[in-house]
């Protein structure tokens, strides 16, 4: 089973940059879609971001984008996101996840994934 550990949270002002990591092991995610999502107190958890395994397209919500950047390391086996312009509605616990392999899509749903990493918290000050 592949395993997710996700680093690179805190706390970070209105305006400010942070970038998340999520490390794979026991397994490559080199052809898995690999997404962001994420959880604020009292809400369900939502999609923040994906990266397809095959071309690297990206396709982000509509409340991140233009400000965040998924990206992957295949040879490292990471996965990243750089978060710019943050706002304290952006405060969550992050998470990201893995696709079976050769996964096509859709990429927005939950329960698309097979592999879940335990989050890290982001914290946003206005």
């Known amino acids: 089973h592949v395993q997710l550990v996700e680093s690179g949270g805190g706390l970070v002002q209105t305006g400010g940059s942070l970038r998340l990591s999520c490390a794979a092991s026991m397994g490559s995610v080199s052809t898995r879609a690999m997404a962001w999502f994420r959880q604020a107190p009292g809400k369900e958890r939502e999609f923040v971001a994906v990266?397809?395994?095959?071309?690297?397209?990206?396709y982000y919500a509509d409340s991140v984008k233009g400000r965040f950047t998924i990206s992957r390391d295949n040879a490292k086996n990471t996965l990243y996101l750089q978060m710019n312009s943050l706002k304290p509605e952006d405060a969550a616990a992050y998470y990201c996840a893995a696709s079976a392999p050769y996964y096509s899509g859709p990429y927005t749903y939950e329960d698309q994934y097979r592999y879940w990493g335990q989050g890290t918290q982001v914290t946003v000050s206005s």
């Open positions: 990266i397809r395994w095959t071309g690297g397209s990206t």
